[in-house]
């Protein structure tokens, strides 16, 4: 059962992501550009929880199944479902990623190896302590790092400032924008400038960038 899905940046491909409640993230790209009836599972990871920061890796076999690949004799992985999913919308990058959040409240980011044929998580964004029921990775204008949002069941909305180090993320900033009602849907306008979720309150809520590391709401 998918909990969510979401169409991959253009400059990807016709790539379709799904967040599944057996704990697996699946990848779907059709069969023929030009007929849309068929669909396959070009890919699936397995989001985890580890004791360190040494990458993790999710391989697939040839019947869609996932092994992960142990960094060290420390690692202790645990299964978890993901809730919620978003791709790097910048086409800048040369690789694809995705930031993912599960059901026990972690958000990490996902990065494609070419090399490994494989999913690598490399960095931890924020814990919610909560399920995660809503993510959106901003578009970047020309701005030296990324913006995450993340909303977690329990009404609160966290933005993180991301800076690329040394083939990784490092969070720099994370803010709580928000605590409201149970948030539905994250999203950010074109210029990755204002944010807007809805809550069981009815109001959507948007948040403008002011200056560098500030926003200011309106209702």
């Known amino acids: 059962v998918s909990t969510q ?3 991959g940046p253009r400059f990807y491909g016709l790539r379709l992501a799904t967040a599944c409640k057996d704990g697996y993230v699946r990848i779907f790209e059709p069969t023929e550009s030009f007929n849309m009836d068929n669909w396959n599972i070009v890919e699936v990871f397995e989001p985890q929880l580890a004791t360190h920061n040494a990458p993790i890796s999710a391989t697939v076999s ?3 199944t996932s092994s992960m690949v142990p960094s060290g004799p420390s690692d202790v992985h645990i299964r978890v479902a993901p809730t919620a999913i978003s791709w790097n919308p910048n086409s800048f990058e040369q ?3 995705m930031v993912v959040g599960c059901d026990d409240g972690s958000v990490k980011i996902w990065q494609h190896s070419a090399q490994n044929k494989s999913w690598e998580q490399i960095c931890d964004v924020v ?3 909560c399920e995660v029921v809503s993510l959106a990775w901003a578009p970047n204008m020309g701005r030296s790092y990324q913006l995450i949002a993340s909303a977690g069941i329990d009404g609160k909305v ?7 180090n040394s083939g990784s ?3 720099e900033t994370s803010m709580l924008l928000s605590s409201i009602n149970e948030p539905y849907k994250l999203q950010w ?4 400038t204002a944010l807007t979720f809805c809550g069981e309150d009815g109001l959507l809520h948007t948040w403008w960038q002011k200056g560098p590391g500030e926003f200011v709401e309106t209702t």
């Open 169 to 171: 993320y490092r969070k």
């Open 62 to 64: 040839k019947n869609k």
């Open 95 to 97: 690789t694809q990623q």
């Open 127 to 129: 814990d919610h302590r």
């Open 158 to 164: 966290r933005l993180c400032r991301m800076v690329w």
């Open 189 to 192: 306008n074109t210029t990755g």
């Open 5 to 7: 899905s979401t169409w």
